[in-house]
């Protein structure tokens, strides 16, 4: 099976082609942001997927946070675009965890780690972080977590 790197260097390739000028130059700021994580720290070193949809994770994250700053300044076209390029970024994460999903680990990384209150908190994250990395906000895991210990 190819990398996600891979896949979306081959998109790129099917969008120039299709003349796709959205999509070529998003995936084009992906493949850009991959490559300096690639290159960043002592070495460089070739991403694994696991790598990969981190980097995606974050992109999608500034590109909702920019769109966010741009409808809060008036400018709806600069906060559209954003939001589509956030889109087709997306495409390459996984499937989010739903509401109910992430209540279920939360709940049993909150059995696992034997927390018992706030405090706790760093506890359950240690244990939850793996297991919903790439498929769940970090704001929506933190808040899932703080609600089920306050209750």
Not at 26 to 47: F, H, N, P, Q
Not at 69 to 95: H, M, Q
């Amino acid at each position: 099976m190819a990398s996600l790197k891979d896949r979306i260097k081959s998109d790129l390739t099917e969008a120039m082609r299709a003349r796709d000028e959205v999509r070529k130059g998003t995936l084009r700021m992906v493949l850009s942001a991959i490559g300096s994580a690639e290159v960043a720290g002592d070495t460089a070193k070739e991403l694994s997927d696991d790598e990969t949809v981190a980097v995606l994770t974050r992109e999608v994250k500034r590109r909702r946070e920019a769109a966010e700053a741009f409808r809060s300044g008036g400018r709806e076209d600069s906060a559209e675009r954003e939001e589509a390029e956030a889109a087709i970024v997306g495409e390459y994460l996984p499937a989010q965890l739903s509401d109910e999903e992430l209540a279920e680990l939360v709940d049993a990384a909150v059995t696992e780690s034997g927390a018992e209150s706030q405090r706790d908190m760093g506890k359950v994250m240690k244990v939850l972080q793996p297991k919903v990395a790439g498929r769940a906000e970090g704001r929506a895991v933190a808040d899932a977590v703080k609600a089920r210990l306050t209750s």
